[in-house]
Nanobody
Framework: DVQLQASGGGLVQAGGSLRLSCAASGIRLDYYGIGWFRQAPGKEREGVAWISTNDGRRDYANSVKGRFTISSDVAKNTVFLRMTSLSPEDTAVYYC?????????????????WGQGTLVTVSS
């Protein structure tokens, strides 16, 4: 049973911080690249960040650079997304996804394993 479970979302005030988790089962994350995506109501799904669990290489969307940090704990088969300096524009359902690639991209089409998402709401 291959599954990604995103968790850690909630309601925060503007300027606050939150850490999301993506726990994998049925796969070993060290074979995969993991991405975080988000989708706000009425908007297209947006790539946020990705990480290679092979060597730790990572990348971010320009809109979150300097504010978000993606990391992984392969022993726990989990990827994290630490979000700081949150603004209402960050409000969205956040999804994690996996692809069998060391160096993926922020394109959702590249990923073939998806979690159900966790809602982040940032109030002003």
């Amino acid at each position: 049973d291959v599954q990604l479970q995103a968790s850690g979302g909630g309601l925060v005030q503007a300027g606050g911080s939150l850490r999301l988790s993506c726990a994998a089962s049925g796969i070993r994350l060290d074979y995969y690249g993991i991405g975080w995506f988000r989708q706000a109501p009425g908007k297209e799904r947006e790539g946020v960040a990705w990480i290679s669990t092979n060597d730790g290489r990572r990348d971010y969307a320009n809109s979150v650079k300097g504010r978000f940090t993606i990391s992984s704990d392969v022993a726990k088969n989990t990827v994290f997304l630490r979000m700081t300096s949150l603004s209402p524009e960050d409000t969205a359902v956040y999804y994690c996804a996996a692809v069998r690639s060391y160096y993926p991209s922020l394109g959702a089409h590249e990923y073939d394993i998806w979690g159900q998402g966790t809602l982040v709401t940032v109030s002003s």
